[in-house]
């Protein structure tokens, strides 16, 4: 499905554009990615098949090796802790709109917030649909690229957008959802 957003909209960002596609698609599986991401050729293949058995499913996030070696570790020894992160229970607690697929029967009604623009619609995802009991299925095997950021000041740009997205999420949901989902 091919969404068209135009004035004001377009400057909403990432999660009103991501929220109007899922108001446009038509079937129960969404596939998500980003824009400056590039999947493998057989990625929706992977992706169907492992929704198939599990009603969200998210995957990896390397460096595609244009940013020096030292950034790209860093970004994906991060993207490796999202991955990696269980609660108490030993259920993963994150997705990534990077590289995400997903049941639309498994969304909460407001799968997450549309006016904030710091990184944090997948962050509030993940919180929502671990609220409504949705299962989390990460898949290691399945991995995306990326160009991470190319200098220092850039990646400590990105990690501070992350930190307000974190924030402001954590103001949305409280501290009894934060506690009870164990996301430290």
């Excluded at 929706?44 to 244009?66: A, F, N, R, S, Y």
């Excluded at 609220?131 to 850039?154: F, K, M, N």
């Excluded at 957008?161 to 999420?169: C, F, N, P, Q, T």
């Amino acid at each position: 499905t091919v969404v068209e957003i135009h004035g004001a909209e377009m400057r909403a960002g990432a999660p009103l554009t991501r929220f109007r596609g899922i108001q446009a698609a038509r079937y129960d599986l969404l596939l998500f990615t980003d824009d400056d991401c590039l999947v493998p050729e057989n990625w929706v293949v992977q992706m169907t098949q492992l929704l198939e058995h599990h009603p969200v499913v998210t995957g990896l996030i390397i460096g595609d090796g244009t940013a020096p070696r030292d950034l790209e570790r860093f970004e994906e020894r991060i993207d490796r802790f999202r991955a990696d992160a269980r609660d108490l229970a030993g259920q993963p607690k994150f997705v990534s709109f990077g590289n995400l697929g997903l049941r639309r029967s498994v969304l909460p009604e407001t799968p997450f917030s549309t006016s904030f623009l710091g990184n944090a619609d997948d962050f509030d995802l993940g919180v929502r649909l671990r609220e409504s009991g949705a299962p989390i299925h990460v898949e290691d095997s399945l991995r995306v690229s990326t160009q991470y950021p190319r200098s220092l000041a850039a990646a400590m740009s990105r990690k501070i957008r992350h930190a307000r997205g974190i924030a402001y999420v954590h103001r949305l949901h409280g501290s009894l959802a934060w506690d009870r989902l164990d996301i430290g």
